[in-house]
């Protein structure tokens, strides 16, 4: 489920409420399988973001290609008002109105162990935990279907206690992969994502070459067995 209406379920200023949007989200799959290619064929500048890179050169590409004719805005999850230099959108909240990740708020615990602490908030998917994220929303200016029914997110999380648990490793240590394991998913990010996402942007050159020398390695036996 990845279809939301822009206002009812999310407060964001647009230019209908009506206004029908999509969410994209990544898995375990785009870093293994996506990526590297898209950094084998785009050889992509090595200063930059390689995943909001290849995030960008695929939306773009979908945007085009399938929807020419349609007025379509994308937001992207590194967006950030000119303004008021904050998200332009906030991806827990536009995923948790298309139904597809439960948004985990701090204020949903009552007497919360962290008291006037500041928390965050963070989203799990029943499918995928926390081993997914948010890239990316379609605005379809120009669709407005106000009969577009809104669908709940399962809150896979559930009990107070495992949202404490969830919102403390969360805000205590996001580089941890305990909150991500909150509960069970047989797509997991692999120990080398792991340690790609964790690194900062100027310091993941090594691991997406180590990445990309696997992947040539992997298809070169491939062809061999082929031949």
Known sequence: RVLFRSK??????????????????????MFERTLPAFVIDQKPEQKKDYVDLCTKYYMEKVKNELFPDQEVDIIYDYDLDQRTKLPKINMCTAGHAAGIAYYNRPEEVESA????????????????????????????????DPDILYL???????????????????????????????????MPYSDQQLEYFNRDPGDRAPIMDALIQRVKDEEKEENKKNN
């Open 8 to 29: 009812q379920w999310y407060q964001r200023r647009v230019r209908d409420p009506k206004t029908a949007c999509v969410i994209v989200l990544s898995n375990a799959t």
């Open 113 to 144: 162990p962290w008291g006037e602490k500041k928390m965050f908030g963070c989203a799990v998917s029943p499918r995928y935990g926390g081993h997914f994220a948010f890239r990316a929303v379609f605005v379809f200016k120009n669709v407005h």
């Open 152 to 186: 709940s997110p399962h809150d896979s999380v559930g009990t107070t206690e495992n949202k404490i648990k969830l919102l403390e490793a969360f805000n205590g240590n996001w580089k941890n992969q305990a909150w991500r394991n909150i509960i069970d998913t047989d």
